[in-house]
T-cell receptor, first 117, second 112 residues
Framework: AQSVTQPDIHITVSEGASLELRCNYS??????LFWYVQSPGQGLQLLLK??????LVQGIKGFEAEFKRSQSSFNLRKPSVHWSDAAEYFC???????????????FGQGTTLQVKP | NAGVTQTPKFQVLKTGQSMTLQCAQD?????MYWYRQDPGMGLRLIYY???????DKGEVPNGYNVSRLNKREFSLRLESAAPSQTSVYFC???????????FGDGTRLSIL
């Protein structure tokens, strides 16, 4: 079955500390992957995407993610967290090619990030 | 840049009432989607429209209907609302199938 798992429901880090949010996927076709961020009461904003090529992708707000096909993972990282990064983060996967590419995405359950001053 | 616009932003219904959630995008996107977001469950796809004139069921379609009115608009209808449909509903669109989806700000729906 196709699925996305974000193992950490809630993470708390101190401001200035590094951050890694985990994402594991199970997908039969060649995947393309996204990370979105959602602030309270808002819609989802795209942080970054992976479609093909370089497995380390850079996004907005200083975030990056690394695609590891062998581990079926697409973890999000940031070297130094700011208080404004407190939000909920979603990993999503879709089909990159072929008839299975309907544009549909499967989302993980989300990880809530709290930032301590 | 309006992007994806959802109306209303908030709504309270009584069980058994009907209503339509509206979604419009101004990016000339082909594909549009309706999701519901519930705590601890991420976003789940209700229905989608890969192109104008087509609609298909997603993961949780029961109790909902959709209409792709034209290329810009994609509405979601609850014919007989149930408390289990209390949720936050998001509409999204994309121009190409391997490109990011753009999201509206959501409709917060409570059914009593």
């Amino acid at each position: 079955a196709q699925s996305v798992t974000q193992p950490d429901i809630h993470i708390t880090v101190s401001e200035g500390a590094s951050l890694e949010l985990r994402c594991n996927y199970s997908y039969g076709a060649t995947p393309y992957l996204f990370w979105y961020v959602q602030s309270p009461g808002q819609g989802l904003q795209l942080l970054l995407k992976y479609f093909s090529g370089d497995t380390l992708v850079q996004g907005i707000k200083g975030f990056e993610a690394e695609f590891k096909r062998s581990q079926s993972s697409f973890n999000l990282r940031k070297p130094s967290v700011h208080w404004s990064d407190a939000a909920e983060y979603f990993c999503a996967v879709g089909a990159a090619y072929g008839s299975s590419n309907t544009g549909k995405l499967i989302f993980g359950q989300g990880t809530t990030l709290q930032v301590k001053p | 840049n309006a992007g994806v616009t959802q109306t209303p932003k908030f709504q309270v219904l009584k069980t058994g009432q009907s209503m339509t959630l509206q979604c419009a995008q101004d990016m000339n996107h082909n594909s549009m989607y309706w999701y519901r977001q519930d705590p601890g469950m991420g976003l789940r796809l209700i229905y989608y429209s890969a192109s104008e004139g087509t609609t298909d069921k997603g993961e949780v379609p029961n109790g909902y209907n959709v209409s792709r009115l034209n290329k810009r608009e994609f509405s979601l209808r609850l014919e007989s609302a149930a408390p289990s449909q209390t949720s936050v509903y998001f509409c999204a669109s994309t121009g190409k199938r391997n490109q990011p989806q753009h999201f509206g700000d959501g409709t917060r729906l409570s059914i009593l």
